[in-house]
């Protein structure tokens, strides 16, 4: 009949559909969930800031004078210079987070900065931008001893184990006294951990200090939050 519809094919076409599989976070954003997580059960708020930075904020602020070797070309990315000869960069750290948290909180502060970071180093072991996790505890009576205590309780969190075998080195960090280097224990090979013929190594995981807050310069920290000597005790770590 004229104008009636056509009716549907029936044939098929010898065709397989894939089926749809299930849509996943991406392993940096679980990993960085993961993180946060363990920090905010541990009384940790979450603080986050520009990946675009100013010199002000990523270089001056923390104390690194003119001249130092990370204000050069070769190890930060600049933008071209504004029409005042200022530059914006693009943050080496995550540390001109605690900065601005510092300017706009009074003590006890007690947070962890996550997020991209940046410098023009590629080999290897680095890349241009990596992520970086970076804590801070402003707080009376706050020392290393609990620094070092929660650095062990987010590795046995993160890990899911009940004991995790950690060290800490002295060294040298510019600004920060004293400063430690942290390693976690790790097999190296595919032997059982309980077998006698596992084979163990030291990987480097972290790097900790105290930051000296009572020297921090008047026009970087306002008076809220600069502290007189022994009054507050600053630790922080990055990982």
Known sequence: MRGSPPKPSTSRFPC???PRKPAVFHPLSQ????LTTIFADMGFSIAEGPDIETDDYNFTKLNFPEGHPAREMHDTFFFNPKDDGSRMLLR???SPVQVRTMLTQKPPIRIVCPGRTY???SDATHTPQFHQVEGLVIDKGSHLGHLKWILHEFCKAFFEVDHIN???RPSFFPFTEPSLEVDIQCRRDKARSDSAKARTGWRFSAAAWCIPTCCAPAASIPMSTKALPGAWASTASQC
């Open 16 to 18: 397989a559909i894939r």
């Open 31 to 34: 990993v960085m969930d993961e």
């Open 92 to 94: 080496t750290h995550t």
């Open 119 to 121: 410098r023009i180093d």
């Open 166 to 168: 950690m060290r800490f």
